[in-house]
């Protein structure tokens, strides 16, 4: 029993770096349509991911949200050619609803990118020394543990920027900020999926494409690489991301400044301690209170 306990968090916390998207917990459904610049990434016909746009043509997302740990690069499904399918419906239920696109090109923050390839050739030498140890079920569950084992994106800027080739007018624009955060700032989370864990199956069933949440939270600390803000477990009251709000914005005065990454703490209350997102004012800076030189250099193209 512990071992499949086990197996089931491990399997849990996967999902953060892969598909479907789940909700935020204990945030607010976004009624009144305050927050269309955020949108939902559908992949095989279900909610994947989401994403801001940020310019024209252009949709920020988390990078492992379009990457691929079993082939150390881009996921098939967007690179360059691929139709991309998204919407900004608050929550898309129609044909009408959805926007087919077609990728011009995705681009991994160059950190992620390089890890993400080293990270490829080491689960490969693992999984070789395996099979050479191991067979049949006990083989095939040290890989699954292995392939769940996606923690290192936990120091790498964990952003992609999906560029299409057409144009949405209908779809507003978030500007990103790549100002310093301060510890204490209160910030917004948002994304789209499910509210609840512990009702996952009936919410997907009720809701395949989900529905965007926001919630307002307080950002605790900040890095390099990343800002933690508070969830539910650690203040009563604050928005908690579950696995899926990935690649959705947090925004600063209607602003973004980071990319929602994954949780901490995360149980079966429907809460986490605390949320992690990438801190665009760090980007490949020395200290968080950069320049943001780093930051605007790496969204020029955009």
């Not at 950002?219 to 969830?231: A, L, M, P």
């Not at 990935?246 to 602003?255: A, E, I, K, T």
Request: aromatic share 10%; net charge positive.
């Amino acid at each position: 029993m512990r071992e499949f306990k086990t197996l089931y968090w491990r399997w849990l916390l996967a999902l953060l770096w892969t598909s479907p998207s789940w909700a935020l917990l204990g945030g607010q459904t976004d009624t009144p349509d305050e927050f269309g610049a955020v949108v939902a990434l559908v992949r095989d016909n279900a909610l994947h991911c989401s994403a801001t746009k940020i310019s024209q043509q252009a949709f920020l997302t988390a990078a492992h949200c379009v990457a691929s740990t079993r082939t150390g690069t881009l996921d098939s499904a967007f690179v360059a050619g691929q139709s991309l399918v998204i919407s900004a419906a608050p929550a898309p239920k129609t044909r009408n609803d959805f926007i087919k696109l077609t990728i011009n090109r995705t681009q991994l923050h160059s950190d992620y990118a390089a890890a993400l390839h080293r990270f490829f050739v080491y689960k490969s030498q693992r999984i070789a020394a395996y099979q050479q140890r191991y067979s049949g079920e006990d083989l095939a569950r040290r890989i699954r543990v292995l392939e769940a084992d996606n923690h290192f994106t936990a120091r790498f800027p964990d952003l992609a920027v999906v560029v299409v080739r057409e144009s949405t007018p209908l779809i507003p624009i978030a500007p990103v900020d790549c100002t310093p955060l301060l510890a204490g700032t209160k910030v917004q989370l948002v994304g789209y999926g499910y509210d609840s864990i512990k009702h996952f199956a009936q919410r997907r069933k009720a809701a395949p494409f989900g529905q965007r949440h926001w919630g307002t939270t307080e950002v605790i600390r900040i890095d390099s690489i990343n800002f933690y803000t508070y969830g539910g477990l650690l203040r009563a009251g604050e928005p908690s991301l579950s696995p899926g709000d990935s690649g959705g914005p947090v925004l600063r005065r209607g602003r973004v400044v980071g990319v929602n990454g994954t949780v901490y703490g995360l149980s079966r209350l429907d809460a986490a301690r605390s949320n992690m997102a990438v801190n665009l004012n760090g980007l490949n800076a020395p200290a968080a209170n950069s320049s943001g030189q780093q930051c605007r250099a790496f969204f020029r193209d955009f």
